[in-house]
């Protein structure tokens, strides 16, 4: 159901995918339904599960966590998309905000799947809800940055 929620987003919303981040990849689900879309530059980051990542996919995944992204460890680069599915939502609400904003520094669009209402990131930290799709148990968060 992921992949069918990826796909309907992206047609949905246009997402720009010259340079995606899947931001907490696991296996490289997400990685490889961009891939089937043409989209070839995908940097992928999971301190946990990199090595699933790296066999499925064939690509390297960065070993960042949440909290050093929030500490600026993604500081210069630039996506116009950042994908994070079924992760963001176990972000601490205190290290929300701070993470919210650091990615606002590196991303135009960034689209939140999750099988809860939460999180729901707030424009002071970066973001806009633009708009938003269920398609069964999955939801698709569509966020714009919330400043030019």
């Known amino acids: 159901m992921i992949r069918t929620t990826l796909r309907a987003a992206i047609a949905r919303w246009d997402l720009p995918l010259d340079r995606v ?3 907490a990849c696991g296996s490289g689900e997400i990685t490889l339904a961009l891939r089937e879309l043409g989209c070839a530059a995908i940097d992928g980051i999971d301190p ?3 090595q699933a990542y790296a066999e499925r996919t064939g690509h390297a995944a960065e ?3 949440f909290e050093q992204i929030a500490a600026g460890a993604l500081a210069g680069r630039s ?3 950042i ?3 079924f992760a963001m939502h176990l972000v601490a609400l205190s290290r929300l905000p701070a993470l919210a904003a ?4 590196i991303g135009t669009a960034l689209l939140v799947l ?5 999180p729901r990131l707030r424009p002071e930290w970066g973001w806009e809800c633009a708009d938003e799709l269920l398609i069964e ?7 714009q940055r919330s400043w030019t």
């Not at 650091?102 to 520094?105: A, E, H, I, R, V």
């Not at 999750?114 to 939460?118: I, L, V």
């Open 21 to 23: 981040l899947d931001l």
């Open 48 to 50: 946990y599960t990199h």
């Open 63 to 65: 070993r960042i966590t």
């Open 79 to 81: 996506y116009g998309t």
């Open 83 to 85: 994908a994070c599915s």
């Open 102 to 105: 650091q990615l606002s520094l």
């Open 114 to 118: 999750t099988p809860h209402k939460r």
């Open 137 to 143: 148990r999955v939801r698709a968060r569509y966020y």
